[in-house]
């Protein structure tokens, strides 16, 4: 009988050949980033990622059968929701889910990519939108539980503002990217927050969020300190 020790074709061999599969596919996505990143959609190809990959042609179809499977592979990667800590107060988790995403598009490949393809009119049939409806979302829902909770005006309408946020930021990190390469994001963004907040809560709470152009970083910190036993779930594709 053998034994659950085995290594060769026993569950120890089997959960190797998946680890192995798992890194992988993360190297795939990681080499597809910064191809996608640097190129954009239409003209990267297939050819440029397995050689920032390194790997051969027959793994790599293995995990992703076209350019359009690869590119929906970084716009899902990137969307992951980053899970910013729970605050009592909810327009300033808002404020740290912004503040989060323009720190990771200035330290992450594959934020700036999948930024990249979501903007992309060329990229092909990928779901461009789903970026933009799941951060919505996201931000509709913090701004309805601060509107229950009194943060917020009773005459906003959470959907209309958390698009007007999305759709603003958007703008603010393609002008960012164009006139620094994301360098003074986290800057702009805070103005960002500051012209449109006033409009949305009570001046005892806008008094009391913190802005600072650091604190997406500090958040972003926060959040690896909070899951330190799962490293890999926020591994970083450095920016060149």
Same mark, same amino acid.
């Given at each position: 009988?053998?034994?659950?020790?085995?290594?060769?074709?026993?569950?120890?061999?089997?959960?190797?050949?998946?680890?192995?599969?798992?890194?992988?596919?993360?190297?795939?996505?990681?080499?597809?980033?910064?191809?996608?990143?640097?190129?954009?959609?239409?003209?990267?190809?297939?050819?440029?990622?397995?050689?920032?990959?390194?790997?051969?042609?027959?793994?790599?179809?293995?995990?992703?059968?076209?350019?359009?499977?690869?590119?929906?592979?970084?716009?899902?990667?990137?969307d992951e929701q980053f899970p910013t800590p729970e605050r009592a107060g909810k327009l300033q988790q808002l404020v740290d889910t912004v503040m989060?995403?323009?720190?990771?598009?200035?330290?992450?490949?594959?934020?700036?990519?999948?930024?990249?393809?979501?903007?992309?009119?060329?990229?092909?049939?990928?779901?461009?939108?789903?970026?933009?409806?799941?951060? /919505?979302?996201?931000?509709?829902? !913090?701004?309805?539980?601060?509107? %229950?909770?009194?943060? @917020? +005006?009773?005459? $906003?309408? *959470? #959907?209309?503002?958390?698009e007007a946020l999305v759709g603003s930021f958007a703008g603010i990190q393609a002008m960012s990217q164009a006139y620094s390469n994301y360098a003074?994001?986290?800057?702009?963004?805070?103005?960002?927050?500051?012209?449109?907040?006033?409009?949305?809560?009570? /001046?005892?709470?806008?008094?009391? !969020?913190?802005?600072?152009?650091? %604190?997406?970083?500090? @958040? +972003?910190?926060? $959040?690896? *300190? #909070?899951h330190s036993d799962e490293p890999d779930r926020f591994r970083r594709v450095p920016v060149n």
């Amino acid at each position: 009988m053998a034994s659950r020790a085995d290594d060769g074709c026993g569950w120890k061999g089997r959960r190797a050949v998946q680890e192995r599969a798992i890194e992988t596919r993360r190297n795939i996505l990681a080499a597809a980033a910064k191809v996608f990143e640097e190129h954009g959609y239409k003209a990267a190809t297939i050819a440029d990622v397995l050689a920032e990959a390194d790997v051969t042609k027959g793994a790599l179809y293995f995990h992703f059968p076209s350019k359009e499977s690869l590119a929906d592979g970084v716009l899902r990667e990137q969307d992951e929701q980053f899970p910013t800590p729970e605050r009592a107060g909810k327009l300033q988790q808002l404020v740290d889910t912004v503040m989060v995403q323009a720190y990771r598009l200035q330290t992450d490949c594959m934020a700036r990519a999948g930024v990249r393809l979501t903007l992309d009119q060329r990229a092909g049939s990928i779901d461009r939108k789903g970026p933009f409806a799941r951060w /919505a979302d996201t931000c509709r829902q !913090l701004l309805e539980t601060a509107q %229950r909770q009194g943060e @917020v +005006f009773p005459h $906003v309408v *959470a #959907l209309e503002t958390a698009e007007a946020l999305v759709g603003s930021f958007a703008g603010i990190q393609a002008m960012s990217q164009a006139y620094s390469n994301y360098a003074d994001l986290t800057a702009r963004v805070g103005i960002l927050m500051r012209h449109l907040l006033p409009g949305v809560a009570h /001046a005892p709470v806008l008094a009391s !969020l913190d802005l600072s152009e650091d %604190r997406g970083e500090r @958040v +972003f910190a926060e $959040v690896l *300190a #909070l899951h330190s036993d799962e490293p890999d779930r926020f591994r970083r594709v450095p920016v060149n």
